[in-house]
């Protein structure tokens, strides 16, 4: 298992303790709001009878969406992932972009922190390192086949 998680590249490793960093510390803040957070969530979906725990849940499932390219690039090297990543990333910078622009929310330090490291973890699956890992898979030949 340890020479596994090494064949990783670091910049793999870094790209998933950056988005995990950045996931889990919206989740904990998210758990000390859960007032607000239910309030939005009732306010999206009005059809739903919000209370604590479905909040919690909707929460948890935030978080478990946020993880899931990380497993797909860490455990599996999946390339579709990093496309996904790259699209999201994108998306993510120009409504930052255009916020800034339109100047219509206030910014506060640790958003524009967090969108800076979403960004440079993007930028970290594009590395050679992290194009060797993510690159295509050529099994290795079966030498005893013709012996």
Known sequence: MIGAIQRR???????????????????????????????????????????????????????TIICIPVVAIWFWGARFARMLVTLFTVLLLASFIRAIAQSELPMETMDITKTVALGLACALLFTPSANRWLGPRTPEPVSDVFE
Request: proline share 4%; net charge negative; hydrophobic share 55%.
């Open 9 to 63: 590249p670091c910049s793999i490793h870094a790209y998933a303790l950056i988005v995990l960093a950045v996931g889990l510390d919206g989740y904990i803040g998210a758990l000390y709001s859960l007032l607000d957070w239910e309030v939005t969530f009732a306010e999206a979906v009005p059809q739903f009878r919000w209370n604590r725990d479905w909040t919690i849940v909707a929460l948890s499932a935030r978080l």
